[in-house]
């Protein structure tokens, strides 16, 4: 029974990374051929081009043929494939979304799962692999983006507490102004009433002379 439930297991897991890769005939500078095609969403050309040429620069060295758009690793060694084998990929970059197909020719054919069973489901779980590479890719960039979010958040909060600060001091200087006013306001109205107080004198010292010059020559 547990045997039972391995195998199921591991088919149910192999039949996951195996929906991830499909086949189909694809153009590629040498003919159309049997390519293992990935969709990689959210990721963009440059990163699905750089995790796959790494992970193929370990079969031997990769080069570009610029005028076909696409990459070969000849005569390099690909476990579970004996001799030399040709590797060639190419990317195409769409909305939301990267596909990468890959070719695998071992000089007599281009390997399938019709001609190669078990060699085609040996490397759909090495571009599997490839795969989740590229997808956690995607979400490193995502988390980067989102903390640099957060990093933009924590800067605006950080601005409208400083803001809040700044507000706070103002009202404190403006009640300090106002308590001044006040003792102004007061300080004028005394200032003021004493004043009145000058002109009335004033204004009794001015009857007085006037007084006396009225009565001048009268006597």
């Not at 060639?88 to 970059?93: H, L, P, V």
């Not at 281009?110 to 078990?118: L, V």
């Not at 409208?160 to 006040?182: C, F, G, R």
Request: proline share 1%; with cysteine; net charge neutral.
């Amino acid at each position: 029974m547990k045997n039972l439930i391995f195998t199921l297991s591991a088919l149910f897991c192999m039949s996951t990374l195996f929906g991830q890769i499909s086949e189909r005939n694809a153009e590629l500078s040498l003919g159309n051929h049997n390519a293992f095609v990935s969709v990689h969403e959210g990721a963009n050309q440059k990163m699905v081009n750089k995790i796959l040429e790494n992970a193929i620069k370990e079969y031997g060295k990769v080069k570009r043929n610029k005028k076909a758009k696409e990459w070969n690793c000849l005569q390099c060694t690909v476990p579970g494939i004996s001799g030399g084998t040709n590797v060639y990929f190419k990317i195409e970059e769409e909305k939301g979304q990267t596909s990468s197909y890959v070719f695998f020719d071992d000089g007599t054919k281009f390997i399938s799962s019709e001609n190669a069973p078990d060699i085609a489901a040996s490397l759909k779980t090495k571009l599997s692999y490839i795969g989740h590479d590229i997808t956690r890719a995607v979400i490193k960039e995502e988390l980067k983006d989102e903390e640099n979010n957060l990093k933009d958040r924590n800067k605006e909060q950080e601005k409208l507490e400083k803001k809040n600060k700044d507000l706070h001091k103002d009202i404190e200087e403006y009640k300090k102004k106002i308590s001044e006013a006040e003792k102004d306001i007061e300080r004028n109205l005394q200032e003021q009433e004493d004043k009145k107080m000058e002109i009335e004198k004033q204004s009794r010292v001015i009857e007085k002379v006037t007084t006396r010059l009225n009565n001048v020559g009268k006597n």
